[in-house]
């Protein structure tokens, strides 16, 4: 074999889609596992794209994006977080998973460091330690998801180059309080370093939404905020998302997206302009009808668990097992043909996964059966 990059060899896929596929070998009838909303897109988005393409949009696009569709990601953004952009600063790109992988191209050196909090998205370890980086946890699972200034202190140091930032988070769906943030800007605001908000669920909140980080304007050329349209209006297999950034960084992220991805499908481009003005109310209210529901049958079940505030996660902890979350998963999966996701995959071994997004007979049964199988763990101690 011909040695292939150094690093590819060492980037892991996703955890996440492997235990979803052992799962579908063991026979589950019930999944709870990926973060995919149980909703159509809108038809009104969809429509969009349907007329694009019967009137031939189909050519190749700007690099950034089409101009309109960028001008109205400034309006949304001011309109929802009061964040000020031009459409110079912004790019569109191809789900949010693009916008994060260019913008961490665009600012890694070897040994930089990037902080995350954990328990945490995966893709943000492999992608940062194959650019050459060294990911940061902090554990906030042992501070109530929030983020403390005596953990910030000690993680921060000459080398770190940024932190991301994930509220609502997956997999916990804790969402940050204004403490946290107001410790987050003490602490960097005469730092060299960027704040990145994945902010791919920050319109599924069900109380007291808030701007995130950047409602700290002061910090603007610092904030790398990365959207994505598959969550809030449940367009995951579109896979478009966007980036904004100061626009002497976009200027060089845009030279990784043209060499990855051109430019984004050009005919998609009109339904993200829709979507924009779509409000999700709807689906948000589900999901926090859902959440209750699961909250309510978790702590009932006798589960230590935090309540989530947004996204469609909720994260309770098995420690009191005494087993790994894959042998838990995987126990359950096989004897009770329920498919949830190992903690594990998140940095964070004595929780599950359990993903909302699907409908209530179906948490429903999930939840029965959970109860079934935590008893008979319990009897058999
Ligand atoms: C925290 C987080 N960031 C980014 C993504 C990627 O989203 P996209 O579909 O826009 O690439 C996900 C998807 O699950 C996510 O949970």
Redesign the pocket.
């Known amino acids: 074999m011909i040695p292939l990059n150094k690093r590819i060899l060492t980037v892991q896929t996703s955890k996440i889609r492997q235990f979803n596929d052992y799962t579908k070998e063991v026979g589950v009838d019930v999944i709870l596992t990926l ?1 995919e909303p149980d909703f159509h897109t809108p038809e009104e988005i969809s429509k969009e794209a349907i007329y694009a393409l019967q009137h031939h949009e189909t050519k190749y696009g700007p690099t950034p994006g089409f101009l309109d569709v960028r001008k109205k990601i400034c309006e949304y953004e001011k309109r929802v977080n009061d964040y000020d952009c031009t459409p110079n600063e912004v790019l569109v790109t ?7 992988t260019s913008a961490l191209f665009t600012m890694l050196n070897e040994e930089d460091e990037v902080i995350v909090l954990n328990p945490t ?1 995966p ?1 943000y370890r492999q992608m940062v330690e194959f650019m050459g980086g060294r990911l940061v946890p902090i554990d906030i699972s042992v501070t109530d998801f929030q983020v403390t200034k005596e953990q910030l202190e000690k993680a921060i140091t000459p080398k770190t180059k940024a932190i991301i930032l ?1 509220s609502p ?2 997999p916990t769906g804790t969402v940050l309080n204004d403490q946290s943030y107001e410790i987050l800007y003490q602490l960097v605001k005469d730092k060299p370093i960027f704040i990145i908000c ?1 902010d ?2 920050n319109q599924i909140i069900f109380e007291n939404r808030k701007p995130g980080f950047v409602r700290y304007k002061d910090l603007k050329d610092r904030i790398i905020v ?6 809030s209006y449940a367009m ?1 297999g579109w ?3 966007y980036l904004i950034a100061n626009e002497e960084f976009i200027s060089h992220a845009v030279k990784i997206h043209q060499y990855m991805i051109v430019a984004l499908n050009t005919f998609i481009q009109p339904a993200m302009i829709k979507a924009l003005d779509f409000d999700s109310k709807d689906m948000v209210q589900s999901y926090k009808e859902r959440r209750d529901y699961i909250y309510d049958r978790l702590i009932r079940m006798g589960l230590e668990v935090k309540k989530p505030e947004g ?1 469609f996660y909720i994260f309770p902890s098995i420690k009191k097992f005494k087993m790994s979350s894959f042998e838990f998963c995987k126990k359950f999966a096989e004897e009770y043909k329920v498919a949830i996701i190992p903690g594990d995959c998140f940095e964070a071994d004595d929780y599950i996964r359990i993903s909302y997004c699907v409908d209530m007979d179906t948490i429903q049964t999930a939840c029965d059966r959970l109860e079934k199988f935590i008893k008979a763990l319990e009897e058999k101690e």
């Open positions: 973060g191809h789900g949010s998973t693009e916008a994060l998205y893709m994930t988070n997956n994945d791919v669920y990365c959207q994505s349209y598959s969550k995951p896979r478009c998302g996204a």
